[in-house]
């Protein structure tokens, strides 16, 4: 869970076309600043250190982008959903002379973004408005080294994100060595996400789940990270560094991940599929 924020000396909250996004500073470090929307966090930006990440979640995704390459290795990166653009701005901070773009379909809160929490020094990122299903349509065949899904709508994933149609498009467009990482949310039994840890598997010969072990039990709602590849995922480095974390995690692969996904179905477009949501105080909210 990300700390507690105070206000800042601006105004603290901005209608944008997803409903209101709201800054709170984190008082216990300099530069930091957590974005939500709809009142649900959304990301957390240390302005000061565009390496911390402060989300469990996060985490995951940037031992994975540490893992997927060597290090300092320049990697480039799609990303659908913006919101702070955390993981890019570590991307850009861990990897130089990255080439990154973001897909972001909320032009209001791009700008309050720039505005709030600016990206213009971040070398090599471009921020694009638009949907991620157009976004990535857009790019040509094999011309990325990572994909990275972090889009939701408030606290919900969009389902259109997370069909086989919608992966194939992704694979089309990473080389042949290239990452795909998803964050995906679910509570209860966690039928969603087994969904779509099935259908990423469908698409790729390689992949794994990483996340916070009660979530992985299906006893609370979390975030759930599914990564995958054409090539043979880094697994022993990411469970090391899952094991060691700040927040321990477990990592879920071969035949545990087929269990975790048996008799579940690949989501296809069309489908009448509503992703979870959160429930009631999840965020402190009644």
Same mark, same amino acid.
């Given at each position: 869970?990300?700390?507690?924020?105070?206000?800042?000396?601006?105004?603290?909250?901005? %209608?944008?076309?997803?409903?209101?996004?709201?800054?709170?500073?984190?008082?216990?470090?300099?530069?930091?600043?957590?974005?939500?929307?709809?009142?649900?966090?959304?990301?957390?930006? $240390?302005?000061?250190?565009?390496?911390?990440?402060?989300?469990?979640?996060?985490?995951?995704?940037?031992?994975?982008?540490?893992? &997927?390459?060597?290090?300092?290795?320049?990697?480039?990166?799609?990303?659908?959903?913006?919101?702070?653009?955390?993981? %890019?701005?570590?991307?850009?901070?861990?990897?130089?002379?990255?080439?990154?773009?973001?897909?972001?379909? $909320?032009?209001?809160?791009?700008?309050?973004?720039?505005?709030?929490?600016?990206?213009?020094?971040?070398?090599?990122?471009? &921020?694009?408005?638009?949907?991620?299903?157009?976004?990535?349509?857009?790019?040509?065949? #094999?011309?990325?080294?990572?994909?990275?899904? $972090?889009?939701?709508?408030?606290?919900?994933?969009?389902?259109?994100?997370?069909?086989?149609?919608?992966?194939?498009?992704?694979?089309?467009?990473?080389?042949?060595?290239?990452?795909?990482?998803?964050?995906?949310?679910?509570?209860?039994?966690? %039928?969603?996400?087994?969904?779509?840890?099935?259908?990423?598997?469908?698409?790729?010969?390689?992949?794994?789940?990483?996340?916070? %072990?009660?979530?992985?039990?299906?006893?609370?709602?979390?975030?759930? &990270?599914?990564?995958?590849?054409?090539?043979?995922?880094?697994?022993?480095?990411?469970?090391?560094? #899952? #094991?060691?974390? &700040?927040?321990?995690?477990?990592?879920?692969?071969?035949?545990?991940?087929?269990?975790?996904?048996?008799?579940? #179905?690949?989501?296809? $477009?069309?489908?009448?599929?509503?992703?979870?949501?959160?429930?009631?105080?999840?965020?402190?909210?009644?």
């Amino acid at each position: 869970m990300a700390r507690k924020g105070r206000r800042g000396p601006w105004p603290d909250r901005y %209608p944008i076309a997803g409903g209101e996004a709201e800054f709170l500073r984190d008082t216990d470090r300099d530069g930091g600043w957590m974005l939500l929307v709809g009142g649900v966090p959304q990301s957390y930006v $240390d302005l000061s250190d565009p390496t911390y990440l402060d989300f469990e979640y996060m985490r995951l995704m940037g031992d994975c982008v540490d893992a &997927i390459a060597p290090e300092g290795d320049a990697l480039d990166a799609v990303h659908i959903g913006g919101a702070g653009c955390t993981l %890019p701005r570590y991307v850009a901070a861990t990897r130089p002379g990255s080439r990154q773009v973001v897909l972001e379909p $909320d032009g209001e809160l791009v700008a309050v973004v720039r505005e709030r929490l600016p990206v213009k020094g971040v070398p090599g990122l471009r &921020i694009r408005v638009t949907d991620g299903r157009a976004g990535i349509a857009a790019l040509p065949d #094999a011309a990325d080294d990572l994909v990275v899904m $972090d889009a939701f709508a408030e606290a919900s994933m969009p389902v259109e994100l997370a069909t086989r149609e919608f992966v194939e498009d992704v694979a089309r467009v990473l080389r042949p060595g290239g990452a795909y990482l998803v964050n995906v949310a679910d509570g209860f039994r966690l %039928p969603f996400a087994r969904r779509v840890a099935a259908t990423v598997r469908s698409v790729f010969p390689h992949a794994l789940l990483m996340g916070d %072990p009660g979530v992985l039990r299906g006893r609370r709602f979390g975030n759930l &990270i599914v990564a995958a590849s054409r090539a043979p995922l880094p697994v022993d480095v990411l469970t090391r560094r #899952a #094991a060691g974390g &700040i927040t321990r995690a477990r990592v879920v692969e071969g035949h545990d991940l087929a269990g975790f996904c048996a008799g579940v #179905a690949p989501l296809r $477009d069309g489908e009448e599929v509503t992703a979870p949501v959160p429930p009631p105080r999840t965020f402190g909210k009644s």
